[in-house]
C-alpha cells in the first residue's frame, strides 16, 4: 500500500541524555532534541496485518494535525519541532475514520463495513497508570503516526478496543462521505473536550469561556463550549481565516491579540469580573498566560492543551487572590470522552464541518502539510482512498 512516510536521523543534540529505556525502544522522549533532518514522501509501505483483536481500515479521511506540521518544520539546526513522543519511520496521521475491511479472528463488536473513528494513544490497560484509570499517562505508551504506523495510508490495523462507530453520525447526515469527514474531526474534538470537561472540570452553564488559538484544537473548543452553555465565547487569533471561522463556530467576539489587549478586552466584557475559563490552544503560554492571570474570574480556571516545550512565568498571587487553578491536559482517552463527543456530533448539538477548509488524496499529502504551516486553514483533511 501507499503511505505518508516520515524517516529523519538519530542525532541527539550534545545537551541531551539518552535514557536506558529509550536506547532499548528506538523511542525519543522529546522528539525535538533527538530526530533530525526529517524527509516526509508518499511511498510504499507493507499492507497491514491484522493481529487476533485487530480491524483492518480502508481509510478514508485524515486530518492534517498541528504536530504533522511540526514534524515537517524544523528549527535552525534542522531538528523536528514536535516535542513529544516519536520512532521513526513511521506512517504520519493520527485524526481519521475509515471503513472495517477485515476483522481479526477474536474481534467481538465490530464487522466488515462499520464506519468508525479510533483513538490514537495505544494505552496498553496493565500499568499503573492506566490501571489507576489515567490511560492518557500510560507508560507503555504507543501513538499512532508518532510511533507505530498512522493513516496518511490507503489501510492500517487498530485493535477494536480503541474503535468507535460513527453510523449514528451517518444516518443523521445522509451523506456517509460527510460522516467520515467529521469522523475524522473526533479526536482533536476530544483532546478539548477533554482538557476542558475532564481535566478542567467543565464550567457551569452561564460561565463565559476565552479561546486563545483558533487553530483545530481552538475551535473545537469554541464549538464545545457554545453547545455546552457558555454564557459568552470570546476568542483570539491571529489569522484572519481562522478568525471567521470562530465566528461561524460560535464565538461572541474574535479578536485579534495583535490588535487588542485580551485581557483588557475581557474585563471590559465582563464588566470587571473576569472570565471563568481560559483555554490556551496556541501553543504560545509566554505571551497568553500573562493575559489569562489578569482576566481571571475568582475561580477562575487554565487550561494549557496547545503544546509548547517552554518555561514561562507566572505570576503565582493572582491565582491565590483569584482563588484560581490551572490544569495541564494531554490526550483523548477514557472518560467517555469518545462516545460523548460523537453523540454530540451525531444530534446535531455540534457542527465542526465548517472549519474543514481544504482536501487533498494521498499522493497531494506532503502539499497538504505544507500548506499547513501557513497557520490559517481550519481542517485540512487527506482522503487515502
Given at each position: 500500500?501507499?503511505?505518508?512516510?516520515?524517516?529523519?536521523?538519530?542525532?541527539?543534540r550534545p545537551d541531551y541524555k539518552v535514557t536506558d529505556w529509550e536506547k532499548r525502544t528506538g523511542k525519543a522522549i522529546s522528539?525535538?532534541?533527538?530526530?533530525?533532518?526529517?524527509?516526509?514522501?508518499?511511498?510504499?509501505?507493507?499492507?497491514?496485518?491484522?493481529?487476533?483483536?485487530?480491524?483492518?481500515?480502508?481509510?478514508?479521511?485524515?486530518?492534517?494535525?498541528?504536530?504533522?506540521?511540526?514534524?515537517?518544520?524544523?528549527?535552525?539546526?534542522?531538528?523536528?519541532?514536535?516535542?513529544?513522543?516519536?520512532?521513526?519511520?513511521?506512517?504520519?496521521?493520527?485524526?481519521?475514520?475509515?471503513?472495517?475491511?477485515?476483522?481479526?479472528?477474536?474481534?467481538?463488536?465490530?464487522?466488515?463495513?462499520?464506519?468508525?473513528?479510533?483513538?490514537?494513544?495505544?494505552?496498553?490497560?496493565?500499568?499503573?497508570?492506566?490501571?489507576?484509570?489515567?490511560?492518557?499517562?500510560?507508560?507503555?505508551?504507543?501513538?499512532?503516526?508518532?510511533?507505530?504506523?498512522?493513516?496518511?495510508?490507503?489501510?492500517?490495523?487498530?485493535?477494536?478496543?480503541?474503535?468507535?462507530?460513527?453510523?449514528?453520525?451517518?444516518?443523521?447526515?445522509?451523506?456517509?462521505?460527510?460522516?467520515?469527514?467529521?469522523?475524522?474531526?473526533?479526536?482533536?474534538?476530544?483532546?478539548?473536550?477533554?482538557?476542558?470537561?475532564?481535566?478542567?472540570?467543565?464550567?457551569?452553564?452561564?460561565?463565559?469561556?476565552?479561546?486563545?488559538?483558533?487553530?483545530?484544537?481552538?475551535?473545537?473548543?469554541?464549538?464545545?463550549?457554545?453547545?455546552?452553555?457558555?454564557?459568552?465565547?470570546?476568542?483570539?487569533?491571529?489569522?484572519?481565516?481562522?478568525?471567521?471561522?470562530?465566528?461561524?463556530?460560535?464565538?461572541?467576539?474574535?479578536?485579534?491579540?495583535?490588535?487588542?489587549?485580551?485581557?483588557?478586552?475581557?474585563?471590559?466584557?465582563?464588566?470587571?469580573?473576569?472570565?471563568?475559563?481560559?483555554?490556551?490552544?496556541?501553543?504560545?503560554?509566554?505571551?497568553?498566560?500573562?493575559?489569562?492571570?489578569?482576566?481571571?474570574?475568582?475561580?477562575?480556571k487554565i487550561v494549557q492543551i496547545g503544546r509548547a516545550a517552554e518555561r514561562v512565568p507566572m505570576y503565582l498571587e493572582a491565582?491565590?487572590?483569584?482563588?484560581?487553578?490551572?490544569?495541564?491536559?494531554?490526550?483523548?482517552?477514557?472518560?467517555?470522552?469518545?462516545?460523548?463527543?460523537?453523540?454530540?456530533?451525531?444530534?446535531?448539538?455540534?457542527?465542526?464541518?465548517?472549519?474543514?477548509?481544504?482536501?487533498?488524496?494521498?499522493?497531494?499529502?506532503?502539499?497538504?502539510?505544507?500548506?499547513?504551516?501557513?497557520?490559517?486553514?481550519?481542517?485540512?483533511?487527506?482522503?487515502?482512498?
Open positions: 500500500m501507499k503511505g505518508l512516510l516520515l524517516k529523519a536521523t538519530w542525532d541527539p522528539g525535538n532534541r533527538v530526530w533530525r533532518r526529517p524527509q516526509l514522501e508518499v511511498g510504499d509501505w507493507p499492507d497491514p496485518q491484522p493481529g487476533p483483536k485487530d480491524v483492518v481500515l480502508a481509510v478514508q479521511a485524515c486530518g492534517v494535525c498541528g504536530s504533522d506540521m511540526h514534524f515537517y518544520e524544523t528549527d535552525t539546526d534542522g531538528y523536528i519541532l514536535y516535542p513529544g513522543l516519536t520512532r521513526f519511520p513511521t506512517i504520519l496521521g493520527h485524526e481519521f475514520s475509515g471503513k472495517v475491511v477485515e476483522v481479526g479472528g477474536e474481534v467481538e463488536t465490530l464487522q466488515i463495513g462499520d464506519m468508525v473513528t479510533a483513538e490514537e494513544m495505544i494505552w496498553c490497560g496493565r500499568c499503573i497508570p492506566c490501571r489507576n484509570g489515567y490511560p492518557n499517562h500510560c507508560t507503555n505508551l504507543e501513538e499512532i503516526g508518532f510511533t507505530i504506523p498512522g493513516a496518511f495510508a490507503n489501510y492500517i490495523a487498530v485493535d477494536e478496543k480503541f474503535c468507535w462507530k460513527i453510523d449514528a453520525v451517518a444516518e443523521r447526515l445522509g451523506d456517509e462521505e460527510r460522516a467520515y469527514e467529521l469522523g475524522a474531526l473526533t479526536e482533536p474534538t476530544c483532546v478539548a473536550y477533554n482538557g476542558i470537561f475532564e481535566r478542567g472540570g467543565g464550567f457551569r452553564p452561564g460561565h463565559y469561556v476565552a479561546v486563545y488559538g483558533a487553530g483545530p484544537i481552538g475551535l473545537a473548543s469554541i464549538g464545545l463550549a457554545r453547545a455546552s452553555g457558555a454564557g459568552l465565547v470570546a476568542a483570539f487569533e491571529v489569522s484572519s481565516q481562522r478568525r471567521e471561522l470562530a465566528r461561524q463556530i460560535g464565538a461572541d467576539v474574535v479578536h485579534d491579540p495583535r490588535e487588542v489587549t485580551p485581557s483588557n478586552v475581557l474585563m471590559e466584557l465582563s464588566k470587571g469580573e473576569g472570565f471563568n475559563l481560559h483555554i490556551e490552544a496556541a501553543g504560545a503560554p509566554r505571551s497568553t498566560i500573562p493575559e489569562m492571570e489578569r482576566a481571571l474570574a475568582i475561580n477562575g491565582f491565590q487572590v483569584r482563588r484560581s487553578q490551572v490544569f495541564g491536559a494531554q490526550g483523548h482517552s477514557g472518560h467517555e470522552t469518545f462516545p460523548n463527543v460523537i453523540r454530540m456530533v451525531a444530534s446535531g448539538r455540534l457542527d465542526l464541518s465548517p472549519i474543514i477548509t481544504a482536501r487533498y488524496t494521498l499522493p497531494e499529502t506532503v502539499n497538504a502539510i505544507a500548506r499547513s504551516t501557513e497557520r490559517k486553514d481550519g481542517k485540512i483533511i487527506v482522503r487515502p482512498n
